[in-house]
């Protein structure tokens, strides 16, 4: 049941008819979230050839209004005190120029209810934390084109089977140390991340972050050397490795602002580091992670607004939040592809009968002046997210269209893409005498 009409239904329905057609779709028990997440990789793969990828992932919890008498069949998220959807992603990020190439796997998933049993006390392949280990092994197979995979994640993903069974010829760990493992040879890892000479000295940039965290530059002190963590005295597997071999990074600011908590990173990685160089690189691709942040503001409050969903069914949700994701991640690749500056085509989002949707509308936008063109090639996309702009309601002045630009402009094309196929099947299957 639809109670009012959602931006994600009209992502994929465009208009009443569209919507109901997204309802049916929803309803179908044939359809499953874990159907559209197998297909949230489609074309990642293909893209990803030959580059050296950041495989970044993340969780973030997608919160519904309910009621003590309207739950809607969903479980409790964030301190138990609210009810949603968690989602699980993974996106595939080009190491060199932090472009977003698309999503790799994840997991929906809504809670049945509160666990009273201990972590520890159950099987691994049962814990929530197993999706940090099951995500990294998809990127292996998803990514198998890349050159090179450097798994990211934050403190979440700081889980010691990960470090024991991933790392493997091209696909690297890349973590943010939660747990202050126990060391060979005694101490750990926290005390001896503090003994380590400083190697340098670097200023970053940091974005935004809502809403507490305004945009500004740190001044950030390196150390780094290595480490050889050992297995949790608590862990249940014990045919895991009794140790790992890691290198470890300490990045904290040097003299922050009255007001501000200082940054500090605990890094832990499987790349060797011979020199600063290459640590002030790793600590690069660390900053890359706050692309999948955006990937999720993008999903909720700056572009589909998918916590707004009056979808009543659990079920029906954890779907929509999946098909949701793939759509956050296009309008975000738009936006990232808007000036061309990573020279992308438009293969990395769209098939060849959409690319050709495209090409049949692009003589009907006007405003594209010849130095445009040449900039943006046909196929290139670029190309595809100016046209994706102008069916937004983007009249190429002004600010450069955002997400909620392109996410009413792949309204638009949906819609018109929808209508111009049937037409073509009329076409080829109506005789007329």
């Keep these: ?124 392949e049962d814990r929530e934390s197993h999706r940090w280990l099951a995500t990294a092994e998809r990127a292996a197979q998803v990514l198998q084109p890349a050159a090179m995979i450097t798994v990211v994640d934050d403190r979440e993903g700081d889980i010691y089977p990960k470090w024991a069974c991933l790392p493997q010829a091209g696909v690297h760990l890349l973590t943010r140390a939660m747990v202050d493992r126990r060391l060979v040879g005694g101490g750990t890892l926290f005390a001896a991340a503090g003994e380590i000479a400083v190697a340098g000295r670097r200023q970053i940039h940091l974005p935004a972050r809502q809403p507490d965290r305004a945009k500004r530059t740190a001044v950030m002190e390196l150390r780094y050397g290595a480490v050889e963590i050992c297995r949790p005295r608590d862990e249940q597997d014990r045919t895991l490795a009794a140790t790992v071999r890691l290198r470890l990074l300490d990045v904290r600011e040097v003299n922050p602002p009255e007001d501000v908590e200082p940054l500090h990173w605990r890094l832990v990685t499987t790349h060797e580091i011979a020199d600063a160089a290459k640590a002030w690189q790793v600590v690069g691709w660390y900053q890359a992670r706050w692309i999948i942040e955006q990937l999720f503001r993008v999903m909720k409050s700056q572009g589909l607004q998918l916590e707004d969903s009056q979808l009543a069914s659990g079920e029906r949700l954890v779907k929509l939040a999946a098909a949701a994701t793939k759509a956050a991640c296009i309008d975000m690749q738009l936006v990232q592809e808007r000036d061309g500056k990573d020279r992308l085509p438009a293969s990395n989002v769209f098939t060849e009968p959409e690319i050709e949707t495209l090409e049949a509308l692009s003589p009907t936008l006007e405003g594209k002046t010849e130095r445009q063109q040449n900039l943006h090639p046909v196929a290139s996309l670029a190309w595809a997210a100016w046209i994706i702009a102008r069916l937004g309601g983007w009249n190429c002045y002004y600010k450069p269209p ?19 196929r049937l037409e073509m099947m009329l076409k080829r299957e109506v005789r007329i005498p």
């Design 1 to 124: 049941m639809v109670v009012r009409k959602t931006v994600c239904l009209r992502r994929l329905g465009g208009h009443r008819r569209g919507e109901e057609q997204a309802g049916r779709f929803f309803a179908n028990p044939k359809v499953t979230a874990a159907k559209i997440v197998e297909g949230w990789s489609t074309q990642t793969g293909a893209a990803c050839a030959g580059r050296h990828v950041l495989a970044i992932q993340d969780t973030t919890e997608v919160k519904f209004p309910t009621t003590a008498q309207r739950r809607r069949g969903l479980g409790p998220v964030k301190h138990g005190n609210t009810y949603g959807v968690l989602v699980h992603a993974m996106i595939a990020v080009d190491a060199v120029t932090t472009a977003c190439l698309g999503l790799v796997g994840g997991e929906v998933w809504t809670r049945p209810g509160v666990v009273t049993e201990h972590h520890r006390d159950r099987p691994f």
């Design 402 to 420: 955002g997400p909620i630009t392109m996410r009413r402009g792949m309204e638009q094309f949906y819609s018109i893409h929808r209508g111009r």
